[in-house]
């Protein structure tokens, strides 16, 4: 699988969001984030996931 957006223009856009998920949850998001947890990492892009997804749902 590859990591490539498939709208190259969205990409500031989700960094934004990972970022203010992350700082809301408390992880400390960085340009390294090797020393994060997996467990603070799946917490981020969960949250943006499961927002992504409400966002969809209200909108139908």
């Known amino acids: 699988m590859s990591n ?3 709208v190259p223009e969205s990409k500031l856009g989700l960094n ?3 970022n203010e998920v992350a700082q809301e949850l408390g ?3 960085s340009d390294y984030n ?3 947890t ?3 990492c799946g ?3 969960g ?3 499961k927002r992504m997804v409400e966002e ?3 909108r139908l």
Do not use: N
């Open 4 to 6: 490539k957006a498939l």
């Open 27 to 29: 992880v400390p998001f």
């Open 43 to 45: 917490s981020v892009g």
């Open 56 to 58: 969809y749902e209200s």
């Open 34 to 36: 090797g020393d994060l």
């Open 16 to 18: 934004r969001f990972k």
């Open 47 to 49: 949250e943006m996931v």
């Open 38 to 40: 997996s467990r603070q």
